[in-house]
Protein backbone atom coordinates (compact mmCIF):
# COMPACT_ATOMS: atom_id res chain seq x y z
CA UNK A 1 0.00 0.00 0.00
CA UNK A 2 1.46 3.60 -0.91
CA UNK A 3 0.34 6.24 1.30
CA UNK A 4 1.27 9.39 -0.19
CA UNK A 5 1.48 12.65 1.92
CA UNK A 6 2.15 15.93 0.37
CA UNK A 7 4.12 19.13 1.70
CA UNK A 8 2.06 21.72 2.85
CA UNK A 9 -1.00 18.95 3.91
CA UNK A 10 -3.89 19.87 6.59
CA UNK A 11 -4.38 18.12 9.51
CA UNK A 12 -7.49 16.82 8.45
CA UNK A 13 -5.47 15.39 5.08
CA UNK A 14 -2.79 14.30 7.88
CA UNK A 15 -5.24 12.19 10.25
CA UNK A 16 -7.32 10.47 7.48
CA UNK A 17 -3.64 9.27 6.36
CA UNK A 18 -2.89 8.11 9.96
CA UNK A 19 -6.34 6.36 10.06
CA UNK A 20 -5.73 4.37 6.81
CA UNK A 21 -2.18 3.20 8.37
CA UNK A 22 -3.69 2.19 11.44
CA UNK A 23 -6.33 0.09 9.64
CA UNK A 24 -4.30 -1.73 7.14
CA UNK A 25 -4.02 -5.17 7.62
CA UNK A 26 -0.72 -6.59 8.66
CA UNK A 27 1.14 -8.83 6.04
CA UNK A 28 0.83 -12.48 6.63
CA UNK A 29 4.43 -13.86 7.71
CA UNK A 30 6.11 -16.90 6.27
CA UNK A 31 7.15 -19.37 8.67
CA UNK A 32 10.73 -20.27 6.92
CA UNK A 33 11.43 -23.36 9.83
CA UNK A 34 8.48 -25.14 7.86
CA UNK A 35 10.41 -25.63 4.94
CA UNK A 36 14.19 -25.88 6.37
CA UNK A 37 15.56 -29.37 4.88
CA UNK A 38 12.65 -30.15 2.69
CA UNK A 39 14.51 -29.96 -0.36
CA UNK A 40 17.13 -32.57 -1.67
CA UNK A 41 20.02 -31.60 -3.58
CA UNK A 42 22.04 -33.84 -5.89
CA UNK A 43 24.82 -31.45 -5.93
CA UNK A 44 26.27 -29.20 -3.13
CA UNK A 45 25.07 -26.01 -2.97
CA UNK A 46 28.90 -24.37 -3.69
CA UNK A 47 29.02 -26.35 -6.84
CA UNK A 48 25.81 -25.42 -8.16
CA UNK A 49 26.95 -21.55 -6.48
CA UNK A 50 29.66 -21.98 -8.91
CA UNK A 51 27.85 -22.99 -11.57
CA UNK A 52 25.12 -20.47 -12.09
CA UNK A 53 28.08 -18.33 -11.48
CA UNK A 54 29.94 -19.36 -14.05
CA UNK A 55 26.92 -18.58 -16.81
CA UNK A 56 27.20 -14.98 -15.69
CA UNK A 57 30.63 -14.46 -17.18
Known sequence: M???LKRGATSKEISKVS?????RSLRK???AKKYCGTIKLKESPLAIQKKLRDEWG
Open 2 to 4: VVV
Open 19 to 23: TRLKN
Open 29 to 31: TID
